[in-house]
């Protein structure tokens, strides 16, 4: 029999080979065979406090940011002299938005390499960002006293050069001539006029205020209804959907279920082509709230960044207030809940507990509002702590014993990017669909949509993939730090 320090070796040996390939997965941005292969590296040998930090940072690639952190943390609790840990772990904070404890991670690397100007660059990226924070915080009204930005706009006060000559909404009617050639504007790189931005928005807003937090769809015999995932800024990908599938109109309504701006650098475009679809037809196009709806994503992320140099301040807080007016749930036909993020951490939660929700605001780091904008689905049974740090994970058997409660057949969410551009788990209970092809340029997905035509109400998934856009990176428009990570 071999000895224990032979079988040790041998795993030792066994685990860098794996390494090797988990480093090439990671490579090729295969980033979930990255953590299957690093996690069987583990196995063999727990006490390498690279491969702990190497599968945070395939976390962090993912988007999983929770187990980054996680990760993290045990690579430095193994070694605690090894950079790379503390590193992985600050990149994993700044990118939730914890920038206090990223700063700690930065200053930590600064003190063990003094004399790495990349970790000098970044501790200082970060301690501006702190500092911003900082005079943020104290700058800013409480809730209650805050005025809304829209009652604070007015139109007639904004002229239209005579040689603008982009789209021009007459009179008070958003037209579908209107959008079209807005978006062929939007297709040749070419914004639309600050006074019809702030049109679009204002009366979406109207729109947004007057819905409930929970919205009912009603699609009559014989007629169809589309959902959309997540879109983050692909405006080329959206208009190669509308390609695919027509223009949103009443005889072909969609559901945009969050997410559509951050991370792609043509947000801008996205939600105005939206929103102007919403004034355009109220019941043609309906749109759902996303976690990065709000303010702290779009900080991070680009939205915030796209809009200063697009539009301008002024634009910056109205969209962070009209994000705030977003319904959180859809059920259509008294049969399909969407939502963009998924389930609670209780169960007895009903469609009337959802529609109780006093949504007007920023999203709260827990409870129901926070559940559906950030829990995900998981393979095992019951409840488990969130990969993302906020929010939860959630198995078929809540799945389950929700839509029973609630006499529903099926839930429909998004929030996960999915190699196909959609996954069906839960015994077929729960369809994730996901609308950005080659999310952010790099992860090779296919997009998807789903057609639900009454009164079967059976899902037909549509996938496509990626179409060129003009040469604007993702993320062009995001914070210093964040751009340093990705």
Known sequence: MPSMAAENNSNVSLAEQIKQQANEAFKANRFSQAIDLYTKAIELNGENAVYWANRAFSHTKLEEYGSAIQDASKAVEIDPKYSKGYYRRGAAYLAMGKFKEALKDFQQVKRICPNDPDASKKLKECEKAVMKLKFEEAI???????????????????DVEPQYAGARIEGDVVTLEFVKKMMD??????????????????????????????????????????????????????????????????????????????????SVEVILTLFAFKCMSPSAIHLS???????????????????????????????????????????????????????FSTDGVKLSDIRAIDRFCEPPEEGL??????????????????????????????????????????????HEVKDEGYEIEHDGKLITVFSAPNYCDQMGNKGAFIRFEAPTMEPKIVTFSAVPHPDVKPMAYASNFLRMFN
């Open 289 to 343: 709230r996303g976690n990065h709806e709000s303010k702290s994503m779009n900080k991070i992320y680009g939205f915030e960044g796209e809009v200063r140099s697009k539009l301008s301040d002024k634009f910056v807080e109205l969209f962070a207030e009209v994000f705030c007016y977003l319904p959180l749930a859809h059920v259509i036909n008294e049969k399909v809940f969407v939502v963009h993020g998924g389930l």
């Open 369 to 414: 509002m926070c559940e559906i904008l950030w829990s995900d689905p998981q393979p095992n049974p019951g409840r488990g702590p969130s990969k993302r740090g906020v929010g939860l994970s959630f198995g078929g058997d809540v799945t389950k014993r929700f839509l029973k409660d609630n006499n529903l057949d099926l839930v429909v969410r998004s």
């Open 140 to 158: 800013s009204a409480p809730t209650s006293k805050q005025q809304s930005v829209a009652e604070t706009i007015d139109l007639r006060t904004i």
């Open 185 to 266: 504007d939007f297709k040749n790189q070419k914004m639309l006029h600050k006074r019809y931005a702030f049109e679009i928005v204002l009366r979406t807003r109207e729109i947004l205020m007057a819905l409930p937090s929970l919205v009912d769809v009603n699609v009559p015999n014989g007629k169809h209804f589309t959902v959309c995932g997540d879109v983050h800024g692909q405006f080329y990908d959206l208009l190669n959907i509308f390609e695919l599938n027509g223009l949103p109109s009443e005889d072909n309504p969609y559901l945009f279920n969050g997410d559509f701006v951050d991370r792609g650098s043509f």
